[in-house]
């Protein structure tokens, strides 16, 4: 079974320029995540999404960052202007189980942003 | 509001020896907690879960961990370490309270075993 994928890996933008990122969760999980790592923290969920709905966004700073997930499947997360304090690991998860449910999250290898 | 704490940041083990992991939670509902391992520039990988029952979980790789409602733990155990355990390991908790409470992860501790 193929895992999460994300792309891609590694991005350096200078600030203020946009950087989109694009993850495909497992075949048939419903629910897809979208977290911020940053170095030496713990993951913290931007948005979540049920099938194509949001469930939780209230941690996605709404101003630069966007989130889209349009036909219940793959999934695009795009920063436009992008700031230093971006810098960071984003990773997407998916879930067989729904929003708030026991399923633990498959995460992918996450994709490293740089914004110098 | 929940929230999972791990209040070491770093662990040192002997190899062969015993280690344990903390994590502390806290939750208005009863909890669903999980372990994650991350090793170096990979994503988050699961390790174990605990839903209901036996307060005592087997995981991947011979790890466990241990639910105690009564002090809102539920702390990382492997009764002989490998130095290929070296890795950073989460703790995440989700309300059960709610059908749509988010998996909030703790901060990480970075377990170090030496040969």
């Known amino acids: 079974e193929a895992g999460v994928a994300q792309s891609p890996r590694y991005k350096i933008i200078e600030k203020r320029q946009s950087v989109a990122f694009w993850c495909n969760p497992i075949s048939g999980h419903a629910t897809l995540y979208w977290y911020q790592q940053i170095l030496g923290q713990g993951p913290k969920l931007l948005i979540q999404f049920q099938n194509n709905g949001v469930v939780d966004d209230s941690q996605l700073p709404k101003d630069r960052f966007s989130a889209e997930r349009l036909k219940g499947v793959d999934s695009t997360l795009k920063i436009q202007p992008a700031k230093l304090e971006d810098s960071a690991v984003y990773l997407c998860?998916?879930?067989?189980?729904?929003?708030?449910?026991?399923?633990?999250?498959?995460f992918g290898e996450g994709s490293r942003l740089t914004v110098l | 509001a929940q929230s999972v704490a791990q209040p070491e940041d770093q662990v040192n083990v002997a190899e062969g020896n015993p280690l344990t992991v903390k994590c502390t939670y806290s939750?208005?509902?009863?909890?669903?907690l999980f372990w994650y391992v991350q090793y170096p520039n990979r994503g988050l990988q699961f390790l174990l879960k605990y839903i209901t029952g036996d307060n005592l979980v087997k995981g991947s790789y011979g790890f466990e961990a241990e639910f105690n409602k009564s002090q809102t733990s539920f702390h990382l155990k492997k009764p002989s370490a490998l130095v290929s355990d070296s890795a950073l390991y989460f703790c995440a908790v989700r309300d059960k309270s709610s059908s749509a409470s988010k998996i909030i992860f703790g901060s990480g501790t970075r377990l170090s075993i030496r040969p």
């Open positions: 998860a998916s879930s067989f189980s729904g929003a708030g449910g026991a399923g633990e999250l498959f």
């Open positions: 939750v208005s509902g009863n909890p669903y």
